[in-house]
């Protein structure tokens, strides 16, 4: 794959030198830019205050210094770039994974680290950086305030070097920090904080069903005592209860009005009257001769009991 060439490089410094509004990103990945190209980005951000990220991974950057390099800075190209980030204050996004800056090109970092305050992610993966790049990183991190994401991975130094360690306790801290600063800036877009009295008022109105749950089982409970309490007052009474409304006496039968009783008795009588009366006339007209006649006579006394 051969290197961007002048020809297509040239439209994108172009831009950045012109200030365009319309580039925030100044992508130029897998494209073998070299430390010389990289002098001629450094030099286009100068007057830039639109351009906020910048991506230079997987490229030829190196911490050598060629000798048209080394005419312009004794840093090199990434010393060279660093130089030029540390007063800008719109570029927020710095990638140089994939490159071989070395020791000579982390130390260019941490001095812009040391003086730049608006960068806050940082990526240095697979950049043939040591523990002794990391003990310099640890140290410009600790001075640095913006500064959340730092990639290290593929790096001589592994993750589990104390100096790593330490690094991302400060990016944690510098995270907690621009979390506490966006919710006092910007209060109306902190969503947590808006979403909490909804919660409240839901567990409120979760706790006050639970509780009126609660008191119908109760209201239910009371009214079942209550009318076991009437039944059994009922019984011992002798009154009706709810349940058949059958009014029983003491002992189990069912009581009779006492008006009822005495028609009742006064029917019997004249039932029995009437039949005894009845008998006696048979009897007459059997003596008669005449009681042989069995329909003639029950239709006779069938007639005269009915009369």
């Not at 006339?281 to 006779?300: A, E």
Request: hydrophobic fraction near 30%; charge should be positive; aromatic fraction near 2%.
């Amino acid at each position: 794959m051969l290197p961007f060439s002048r020809e297509k490089i040239a439209p994108v410094l172009k831009q950045i030198g012109s200030n365009d509004p319309d580039l925030t990103s100044v992508n130029l990945c897998h494209k073998r830019i070299t430390n010389k190209q990289v002098l001629q980005i450094a030099d286009a951000l100068g007057g830039n205050t639109h351009v906020t990220e910048i991506w230079l991974t997987n490229n030829e950057i190196s911490d050598e210094s060629s000798d048209g390099i080394a005419k312009t800075t004794s840093a090199g190209a990434v010393g060279y770039l660093m130089s030029a980030l540390e007063g800008n204050r719109t570029v927020l996004e710095v990638y140089l994974g994939g490159n071989k800056i070395g020791t000579k090109g982390v130390a260019s970092v941490c001095n812009m680290l040391r003086v730049n305050s608006v960068i806050t992610d940082l990526g240095l993966e697979d950049n043939e950086i040591c523990d002794d790049g990391a003990r310099m990183l640890l140290d410009a991190v600790g001075q640095n305030t913006t500064l959340q994401t730092l990639k290290m991975t593929g790096n001589v130094v592994g993750n589990d070097s104390p100096h790593i360690k330490s690094i991302n306790e400060l990016l944690k801290r510098n995270r907690e920090v621009a979390k506490l600063l966006f919710e006092a800036e910007h209060p109306e877009l902190v969503t947590h904080k808006l979403r909490r009295p909804e919660k409240e008022r839901k567990r409120t109105s979760r706790s006050s069903r639970s509780r009126g749950g609660e008191g119908r089982k109760d209201g239910d409970r009371r009214r079942r005592r209550d009318g076991e309490q009437r039944r059994s007052d009922s019984k011992r009474e002798g009154r009706p209860s709810s349940s058949n409304g059958q009014r029983k006496s003491p002992s189990g039968s069912p009581r009779i009005d006492p008006s009822a009783e005495a028609f009742l008795e006064e029917r019997k009588r004249t039932v029995g009257d009437s039949s005894g009366g009845n008998k006696s006339l048979m009897n007459k007209l059997k003596g008669l001769g005449v009681g042989g006649r069995k329909s003639s006579v029950d239709c006779v006394m069938k007639g005269a009991t009915f009369v």
